[in-house]
């Protein structure tokens, strides 16, 4: 979440209009043509690339000031804040057809590097990616010490490995593993030269010192990513893209078809003989440069997890031995299933620093990587995995749910992994609560996320408990968000509604009368029970206004039908019907979020639909809770959409051609409650505290009770002298303040049409309850059975002019 400034600036970016921008694009051209680019030109490219970026379509600029933004990118005497800035707003264009850059007559590889990013923000547009690769190759194969700078060039070469692997030849990738052995292996332990600032400095106090270690220490061994200095050389940069591109480049370089075995037979490898021979013999052998470079990424990530240990001076440090830890344990995992021989020297040292992160709340990112390399590697790594899982799914979303980073990197970890889990697939079922407290807290980055990840959550086992929590799941980002108002003071305590004060919300979460349903609402994992949470909805409705309720709120719709679409796949006939239930008697029982209900009971009144459809005997057997549902005019105008879908329901599928358990007695039960609730909606005056009835709801009361009659004859004059008062009341002006003119001729005329079915029995029963032939294709087709041509038959013999002679 921005700041109030940061998103009054973003606000103001996403209003100018395409007039403004063409008359700033035109100022922009001017200060270009400029022979000083100075401060008013880098302020306004500023300016610039918050406006195109602030949106998610693209922005049209003028190809004058995109011509020239091409140009001063392509200067080489330009200084380099504004390059930058032109290449990101040409970024930001990609993929555009008014780019033309040109990136081989680039001397400068810092300018290059600039190019080739927008380059590659265009896709690979003949073949543009592999050039700029074979280009970068080039410099990389000279070792001239006036060439350009591979400081710049080999993060370029870092994209095109992923943009496009094909690129390289065999000799290349042999040369470019050398180089990285030799930029990872044989960096210098000597910090940079300073920049001199005097004529009379003297040459003692320009020695370049020692490199040293995160904690203070000469370092001793070869330099990585987490050696400190003030200075430091070309080398030691190119160390560390080294180490930033090695993983990328293993998966890239490496044996074709490991990345693929299945778990049996990577474990037969890992555990054979072979490989245990193998991994003693490596260092007494001169490798191929492939291998070579395994064994030395080898050495520099078990280095790593060593400098880890080191108590760091400063927390930039500390941060950044967090993030080589996780870098680290990827690119082991990628050795491992490689070279199986590295599995039995990694081990020790990762079983070390698991024992040694998952008590340190700092480190807990760190466990990922861990948890997949233990799922990688099977019973091979002789861990107890299900404690891994267990402290994993229990403690880190319980406790870390408010980091923003972990949330994404924990979901993304479950969804990636999800062919590895196997037998451990129950257990991230049963955590689903806890997952939800991340998805409650940061629902817009993570909705998509869980939308691909929901349905492998979802078991027929869970699936009513799940459907609950997702219903309830704004309630639970208010008691989060109490859960950490509650905490003592802390600095780096999560931003929240600073703004909102809830003191009695407050008290009511420390009230040990209320806090059964709040650690419910809190719990980690399934229970396998549900819990009523309305007072939990009246105490928490001041919470109901922040800000991130209302994010969550709003992201509930998408997720339910997610959850649907994944549940009927393994629902059964009970299932079925208890999910039917839990749709009726949760729909006026929601937590109150503004516009969260009407949102809502649009998911559920297409659902129910949706599970009729699935099973149409559903409404005789839940004929008893279906009438209790209608039999009450209480909420229906805020139910409006799910009332329709149930009435609608009724008269589709109460039927003997659907359930032959269908009777008489049962088509009569509903016709009176239907009939009840119609004079009830149309009877009551509409104000403030209850508004009018959507018409809506009108006409499918009206349909659906012609359609019981029209199967049980003896309710026709009951229907037809519903219909005909219906129809009068709509026309009388004493009405008029009940529906609106259209929504009150849409009444009549439905009540009109039913009418004239209703005078033909068998006619109406045909029209409102068509047989199983009727609805076939061939019906539609057959030019002498078209259900047209029988329509305008009836039509026909439904006039009053026309009586029975044909026209």
Not at 455 to 474: C, K, N
Request: glycine share 4%.
């Amino acid at each position: 979440m921005f700041s109030a400034g940061a998103e009054s600036l973003l606000h103001q970016a996403r209003e100018i209009q395409d007039e403004e921008l063409k008359k700033f694009c035109s100022r922009i051209s001017k200060l270009l043509q400029a022979e000083d680019l100075g401060p008013d030109t880098l302020d306004s490219l500023q300016r610039l690339f918050l406006i195109i970026s602030a949106t998610k379509y693209n922005r049209r600029l003028e190809k004058t000031c995109v011509d020239l933004l091409q140009a001063t990118l392509g200067m080489a005497a330009c200084p380099e804040q504004l390059q930058v800035l032109c290449a990101a707003i040409l970024r930001e264009m990609s993929p555009s057809d008014s780019l033309s850059l040109v990136w081989d007559h680039t001397q400068n590889s810092r300018q290059l590097s600039l190019v080739a990013s927008v380059l590659f923000a265009q896709g690979d547009r003949n073949e543009e990616v592999s050039a700029v690769g074979q280009g970068v190759l080039r410099a990389l194969e000279s070792r001239q010490p006036e060439g350009p700078s591979l400081r710049y060039l080999l993060p370029i070469m870092a994209k095109v490995v992923v943009l496009s692997p094909g690129t390289l030849q065999e000799d290349q990738a042999t040369l470019l593993s050398k180089r990285l052995v030799d930029w990872l292996r044989y960096a210098s332990l000597q910090q940079g030269l300073p920049h001199s600032s005097s004529f009379f400095s003297t040459p003692r106090a320009r020695q370049p010192g020692p490199i040293t270690e995160v904690d203070g220490a000469v370092a001793t061994d070869f330099f990585t990513v987490l050696s400190t200095g003030h200075r430091f050389t070309e080398d030691q940069w190119l160390n560390v893209q080294a180490f930033s591109m090695l993983r990328a480049w293993l998966l890239h370089s490496g044996p074709e078809g490991l990345g693929i075995l299945d778990t049996d037979d990577r474990s037969e490898q890992e555990g054979s003989t072979l490989s245990v021979i193998s991994a003693t013999s490596s260092a007494g052998r001169l490798l191929p440069p492939r291998e070579r470079l395994r064994e030395v990424a080898f050495e520099y990530c078990q280095r790593l997890i060593e400098q880890s240990n080191r108590r760091a001076l400063r927390k930039g440090d500390s941060d950044l031995q967090k993030a080589c830890l996780v870098e680290a344990v990827l690119v082991l995992d990628v050795l491992c299933r490689q070279d199986p021989s590295f599995l039995y020297r990694s081990l020790s040292c990762l079983k070390t620093l698991h024992g040694r992160v998952r008590g340190d709340p700092a480190s807990v990112r760190v466990l990922l990587p861990l948890a997949r390399f233990f799922l990688s590697h099977g019973e091979a790594a002789a861990v107890d995995s299900e404690a891994v899982y267990q402290h994993l799914f229990t403690r880190i979303p319980l406790e870390q749910f408010h980091s923003p980073m972990l949330a994404f990197e924990f979901v993304q970890f479950c969804r990636d992994n999800l062919h590895l889990f196997g037998g451990h697939l129950g257990t991230l079922r049963l955590s689903f609560p806890n997952l939800f407290k991340f998805l409650a807290w940061n629902s817009p980055p993570l909705t998509s996320e869980f939308v691909a990840l929901l349905p492998a959550l979802v078991d027929a086992g869970t699936a009513l408990e799940m459907l609950h929590a997702l219903l309830d799941l704004p309630c639970l980002t208010a008691v989060l968000d109490l859960q950490l108002r509650s905490l003592p003071a802390s600095s780096e305590r999560p931003l929240w509604d600073t703004s909102l004060r809830a003191p009695s919300c407050l008290e009511a979460f420390r009230d040990p009368k209320f806090q059964g349903l709040f650690q419910y609402l809190l719990r980690p994992k399934a229970s396998g029970a549900t819990e009523r949470l309305v007072p939990l909805y009246q105490l928490l409705q001041p919470m109901a206004g922040c800000a991130r309720v209302a994010q969550c709120a709003e992201a509930v719709p998408t997720l339910l039908q997610t959850f649907f679409s994944a549940v009927t796949q393994v629902a059964d006939g009970a299932l079925i019907n208890q999910l039917a239930l839990l749709l009726l008697g949760r729909s006026d029982s929601l937590y109150p979020a503004p516009g969260y209900a009407a949102r809502v009971h649009s998911v559920l009144s297409s659902q129910f639909l949706a599970l009729c459809t699935l099973k149409p005997s559903l409404v005789v057997e839940l004929a008893r809770d279906l009438l209790e549902f209608l039999g009450s005019v209480n909420g229906l105008r805020s139910r409006a959409s799910l009332v329709t879908s149930v009435v609608w329901a009724v008269g589709e599928y109460l039927s003997v051609a659907y359930d032959r358990r269908c009777t008489v007695e049962q088509i009569n039960k509903f016709f009176e409650a239907l009939e009840a609730l119609l004079f009830e909606v149309t009877q009551c005056r509409p104000s403030a505290a209850l508004p009018r009835c959507p018409p809506k709801v009108v006409t499918a009361l009206m349909t659906t009770l012609t359609k019981l009659a029209s199967r049980s004859q003896d309710l026709i004059p009951r229907a037809s002298l519903l219909l005909s008062k219906m129809r009068t009341l709509t026309q009388s002006p004493a009405t008029s303040s009940m529906h609106s003119k259209e929504g009150a001729e849409a009444i009549c005329t439905r009540a009109t049409e039913l009418l004239t079915l209703l005078k033909m029995p068998s006619v109406a029963q045909f029209v409102l309850t068509p047989s199983t032939e009727v609805c076939s294709p061939r019906y539609h087709r057959d030019v002498n059975t078209a259900l047209p041509l029988a329509l305008r038959t009836v039509s026909r013999l439904v006039e009053r002019e026309a009586g029975l002679l044909p026209g």
